[in-house]
Protein backbone atom coordinates (compact mmCIF):
# COMPACT_ATOMS: atom_id res chain seq x y z
CA UNK A 1 0.00 0.00 0.00
CA UNK A 2 1.31 3.40 -1.03
CA UNK A 3 2.01 5.88 1.73
CA UNK A 4 3.08 9.39 2.04
CA UNK A 5 3.98 10.63 5.53
CA UNK A 6 4.66 13.95 5.54
CA UNK A 7 6.48 15.06 8.80
CA UNK A 8 7.94 18.70 10.12
CA UNK A 9 5.22 20.72 10.59
CA UNK A 10 4.91 23.24 13.46
CA UNK A 11 3.95 26.85 15.05
CA UNK A 12 6.95 29.25 14.00
CA UNK A 13 6.91 33.22 14.46
CA UNK A 14 6.68 35.00 11.13
CA UNK A 15 10.49 35.74 9.68
CA UNK A 16 10.88 31.91 10.41
CA UNK A 17 11.97 28.44 8.83
CA UNK A 18 10.61 25.34 8.56
CA UNK A 19 11.23 21.91 6.83
CA UNK A 20 9.14 19.48 6.05
CA UNK A 21 9.53 15.78 5.18
CA UNK A 22 7.35 13.45 2.85
CA UNK A 23 8.78 9.94 3.25
CA UNK A 24 7.21 7.39 0.31
CA UNK A 25 6.68 4.18 0.49
CA UNK A 26 5.68 1.63 -1.97
CA UNK A 27 6.86 3.62 -4.85
CA UNK A 28 10.03 5.06 -5.61
CA UNK A 29 10.56 9.01 -6.55
CA UNK A 30 12.55 8.61 -9.34
CA UNK A 31 8.98 7.06 -10.95
CA UNK A 32 6.54 10.12 -10.12
CA UNK A 33 6.30 14.40 -10.05
CA UNK A 34 6.14 15.25 -6.76
CA UNK A 35 4.72 18.39 -5.57
CA UNK A 36 3.77 20.46 -2.24
CA UNK A 37 0.23 21.47 -1.53
CA UNK A 38 -1.13 23.97 1.15
CA UNK A 39 -4.63 24.36 1.95
CA UNK A 40 -6.42 27.73 3.85
CA UNK A 41 -8.83 26.83 5.96
CA UNK A 42 -12.40 27.54 3.89
CA UNK A 43 -10.20 27.89 0.32
CA UNK A 44 -9.23 25.13 -2.08
CA UNK A 45 -6.44 22.87 -1.53
CA UNK A 46 -3.51 24.90 -3.87
CA UNK A 47 -0.46 23.72 -5.04
CA UNK A 48 2.58 25.93 -4.03
CA UNK A 49 5.85 23.93 -5.52
CA UNK A 50 6.72 20.68 -7.93
CA UNK A 51 9.64 19.24 -8.79
CA UNK A 52 9.92 16.42 -12.21
CA UNK A 53 10.51 12.83 -11.44
CA UNK A 54 14.26 13.10 -11.82
CA UNK A 55 14.82 16.31 -10.29
CA UNK A 56 16.22 18.07 -12.73
CA UNK A 57 12.99 20.75 -12.84
CA UNK A 58 11.39 22.97 -10.11
CA UNK A 59 8.84 24.97 -9.99
CA UNK A 60 6.68 26.83 -7.86
CA UNK A 61 3.85 29.47 -7.48
CA UNK A 62 5.00 33.37 -7.12
CA UNK A 63 3.58 33.44 -3.79
CA UNK A 64 6.32 31.22 -2.07
CA UNK A 65 9.18 31.74 -5.24
CA UNK A 66 12.57 32.79 -3.80
CA UNK A 67 11.16 31.58 -0.32
CA UNK A 68 10.64 27.74 -0.38
CA UNK A 69 12.74 24.97 -1.81
CA UNK A 70 11.61 21.36 -2.91
CA UNK A 71 13.72 18.85 -3.32
CA UNK A 72 14.08 15.00 -3.77
CA UNK A 73 16.17 12.65 -1.72
CA UNK A 74 16.56 9.30 -3.78
CA UNK A 75 18.59 7.65 -1.23
CA UNK A 76 16.07 8.40 1.78
CA UNK A 77 12.81 8.53 -0.30
CA UNK A 78 11.86 11.53 0.61
CA UNK A 79 11.11 15.23 -0.68
CA UNK A 80 11.26 18.00 0.91
CA UNK A 81 10.32 21.70 1.07
CA UNK A 82 12.28 24.09 3.34
CA UNK A 83 10.45 26.93 3.93
CA UNK A 84 12.48 30.55 4.96
CA UNK A 85 10.43 33.94 5.57
CA UNK A 86 7.67 32.55 6.81
CA UNK A 87 4.58 35.14 7.12
CA UNK A 88 1.13 34.54 8.79
CA UNK A 89 -0.41 33.79 5.60
CA UNK A 90 1.33 30.86 4.75
CA UNK A 91 -0.44 29.17 7.68
CA UNK A 92 -2.26 26.53 6.40
CA UNK A 93 -2.14 22.28 6.40
CA UNK A 94 0.54 20.97 3.68
CA UNK A 95 0.08 18.13 1.81
CA UNK A 96 2.88 16.40 -0.17
CA UNK A 97 1.56 14.17 -3.49
CA UNK A 98 2.89 12.26 -6.12
CA UNK A 99 1.93 12.42 -9.91
CA UNK A 100 2.59 10.96 -13.35
CA UNK A 101 4.04 13.70 -14.95
CA UNK A 102 1.25 14.02 -17.49
CA UNK A 103 -0.70 17.08 -16.49
CA UNK A 104 0.12 20.40 -15.45
CA UNK A 105 1.85 20.34 -12.08
CA UNK A 106 -0.89 22.55 -10.58
CA UNK A 107 -3.26 20.36 -11.36
CA UNK A 108 -4.82 18.21 -8.42
CA UNK A 109 -6.30 15.84 -10.81
CA UNK A 110 -2.67 14.78 -11.60
CA UNK A 111 -1.88 13.45 -8.67
CA UNK A 112 -2.23 9.58 -7.22
CA UNK A 113 -1.15 9.51 -4.01
CA UNK A 114 -1.87 11.70 -1.02
CA UNK A 115 -0.43 12.32 2.58
CA UNK A 116 -2.51 12.87 5.25
CA UNK A 117 -1.38 16.49 5.74
CA UNK A 118 0.65 18.28 8.28
CA UNK A 119 -0.37 22.10 10.04
CA UNK A 120 1.98 24.46 9.53
CA UNK A 121 1.02 27.60 11.53
CA UNK A 122 2.62 31.15 11.57
CA UNK A 123 2.06 33.76 14.18
CA UNK A 124 3.10 37.28 13.32
Known amino acids: QVQLQESGGGSVQAGGSLRLSCAAS????????MAWFRQISGKEREAIAGIWRNGDSEYYVDAVKGRFTISKEYAKNTVYLQMTSLKPKDTAIYYC?????????????????WGQGTQVTVSS
Open 26 to 33: EITLRAYC
Open 97 to 113: AAGRCDTGWTAVRGYDY
